[in-house]
């Protein structure tokens, strides 16, 4: 990877991260602190109650590490040239593996709830990723000519 497509990609990262960490902290707000999001992420690495090792993995894997997977299989994601798309399909896949580990010992409305808002978040989170990189990667434009066939 050259160094334009991965501080073009960590960018977008920073700026997803952003978005997808005040997402889950207003669904902590608004379910009173019933999902607790980061204590799974805690949970999940053998660090139990430790919310701030929870959020730093969750920074670090948000920051650098998707977005350079993201580069790196861009090419197999449908939806392309438009890299915020391309980043919302991304997201998908992250939101499953996420959905499933952090979901606990939750149940009835509250899972509903938490299904449905972590999608949104992780949508929000891939489409600011993508549109980020793209910006910086390839110009705040997609060709005319990816218009032209539609």
């Known amino acids: 990877m050259e160094t334009n497509r991965v501080t073009s990609a960590i960018a977008g990262g920073i700026a997803g991260t952003a978005v997808l960490t005040l997402l889950l902290i207003l669904l902590e707000v608004q379910t009173r602190e019933q999902i607790r999001a980061f204590d799974v992420i805690a949970r999940f690495v053998g660090t139990p109650g430790d919310t701030t090792v929870g959020f730093v993995l969750f920074a670090v894997a948000g920051v650098v590490a998707w977005p350079l997977l993201f580069v790196a299989l861009r090419d ?28 606990g010992t939750l149940s009835g409305p509250i899972l509903i709830l938490y ?9 929000a989170y891939g489409f600011t990723l993508g549109m980020v990189y793209g910006h910086f990667r390839e110009g705040s434009q997609v060709p005319q000519e990816y218009y032209a066939g539609q």
């Not at 438009?82 to 499953?96: E, K, S, Y």
Request: hydrophobic share 55%; net charge positive; aromatic share 18%.
């Open 115 to 123: 299904t449905a808002y972590t999608f949104f978040a992780h949508l």
């Open 76 to 103: 197999y994601i449908p939806r392309g040239p438009d890299p915020a798309t391309q980043g919302a399909i991304f997201a998908v896949v992250l939101w499953v593996a996420f959905a499933i580990t952090g979901r």
